[in-house]
């Protein structure tokens, strides 16, 4: 007979995990995509705009297509529209990055803002319940692979959280070992040297800011589709910013990002854990708690963090 301590134990900690990968996986795409743009030398601010964009349009893919991979489909697309603007101003025209991702992160807020009061003030529709795809044998795992009290755990989770952990050790292959890595790290670095070899600077970093809008985009669209099983203005709550920390805490390796994203999505998770574990709290005090666990993240791990020398600096040939 099983302990009732034991049991909530059990309920517990599988409630963290699953709580932790819920809030995680829309960070973990963001700050990788970061980690793209960064090591390219580009700082993308406009994250949380480009995660709004995706979060909205992958909600009307999901609910007209009535499939979520159309809203991934339709979260990647928006990402990388949004992308676009940071990648005419920032990157072709060398303007601000900081100024113009400002302005993406404000005009994604405003406009996803008015388009859904427009359109689903009134019904504010949800969309349905994901399946979930178990791994044999690792799901009869206890704590990290049975689900209790409608918690997922680790290994039953829908499957594009098993594609992005797959996609994080791919990006760190090619970051470490192929020639795309090298050239997005010396656009970062050294963005002459890289220029002096014959590859162009601008291209490169064009392909890095879209990626990572495509990123910043799908995580988004998890966000709407995953997470809250619908979308609601500003739903994103500073996850953009958030994942911008991550990357720089991370250095850049994918998979440090994957390992802070899930230790700040129990950080945003920590209302539902805390309730389980009897302690209730100021709805005032749980909502500042992920933003106090960046403080403490950045005030621990700050001064190891990486930035390229030619991060937020326009490239122009020629000029020193």
């Not at 319940?129 to 009869?140: A, E, F, K, T, Y």
């Not at 040297?193 to 970093?205: E, I, Q």
């Not at 302690?279 to 005032?284: G, S």
Request: hydrophobic share 55%.
């Amino acid at each position: 007979m099983i302990l009732a301590s034991q049991v909530w134990t059990q309920i517990f900690w599988t409630s963290v995990i699953a709580g932790g990968l819920l809030a995680g996986v829309p960070l973990m795409f963001t700050a990788l995509g970061e980690a793209i743009s960064e090591r390219a030398g580009v700082l993308n601010i406009g994250l949380e705009g480009m995660m709004l964009a995706g979060a909205y349009c992958g909600f009307l893919g999901a609910y007209y297509g009535g499939n979520q991979w159309v809203g991934y489909l339709a979260g990647i697309g928006a990402g990388i529209l949004a992308s676009l603007i940071m990648v005419a101003l920032c990157v072709w025209l060398g303007l601000d990055q900081i100024v113009v991702g400002i302005a993406i992160t404000l005009a994604g807020e405003g406009i996803t803002s008015v388009l859904y009061q427009a359109r689903f003030s009134a019904e504010q529709p949800r969309l349905g319940n994901l399946d979930s795809n178990p791994i044999p044998l690792l799901d009869r795992i206890p704590v990290l692979g049975k689900a209790i009290n409608g918690q997922t755990p680790l290994f039953d989770q829908p499957l594009i959280v098993y594609l992005g952990l797959t996609f994080a050790f791919v990006l760190a292959w090619v970051f470490r070992r192929t020639n795309v890595g090298l050239n997005l790290r010396a656009a970062g670095e050294k963005p002459e040297a890289l220029d002096a070899a014959g590859v162009s600077v601008v291209a490169t970093r064009s392909y890095a800011v879209l990626a990572t809008g495509s990123l910043a985009g799908l995580g988004g669209a998890y966000l709407a589709i995953a997470g809250t099983g619908g979308f609601q203005p500003f739903l994103t709550q500073g996850q953009g910013f958030m994942a911008i920390v991550i990357a720089m805490l991370a250095r850049g390796r994918p998979i440090r990002v994957v390992v802070f994203s899930l230790m700040f999505g129990i950080a945003l998770s920590l209302s539902t854990v805390l309730q389980l574990a009897g302690i209730e709290l100021a709805p005032e005090v749980v909502n500042m708690l992920p933003f106090a666990a960046v403080i403490l993240a950045l005030i621990l791990f700050a001064r190891r963090a990486y930035l390229p020398p030619a991060l937020a600096l326009a490239y122009v040939r020629g000029a020193r």
